[in-house]
Nanobody, 115 residues
């Protein structure tokens, strides 16, 4: 019904930047809250940042001041600008979107921060 596709991950050196995108398609009439989460193997998925349809944002303490979440409602897309990346930011990053009260997850995109 609804598909979320993340892109923009990859390998970057510490201190570098990446911009993740998450595009929603399918039966998308309206998208409510959206967010980015991240997960390492064997660990719980953790919140990175959320954004409401009105643009209110919330960030995990570990990324405040470095990451910025934004959305383009006309394109049904959200973004995560990641600056000053650290090795501790190495995770698979997942997009979450609420559509008609249901939660949808993307397939994830790998971010690896290494020298």
């Amino acid at each position: 019904q609804v598909q979320l596709v993340e892109s923009g991950g990859g390998l970057v050196q510490p201190g570098g930047s990446l911009r993740l995108s998450c595009a929603a398609s399918g039966s998308v009439f309206r998208i409510g809250d959206m967010g980015w989460y991240r997960q390492a193997p064997g660990e719980e998925r953790e919140l990175v940042a959320t954004i409401t349809e009105s643009g209110n944002t919330n960030y995990a303490d570990s990324v405040k001041g470095r990451f910025t979440i934004s959305r383009n409602n006309a394109m049904n897309t959200i973004y995560l600008q990641m600056n000053n990346l650290k090795s501790e930011d190495t995770f698979v990053y997942y997009c979450l979107a609420y559509v008609t009260g249901r939660a949808y997850w993307g397939q994830g995109t790998q971010v690896t921060v290494s020298s």
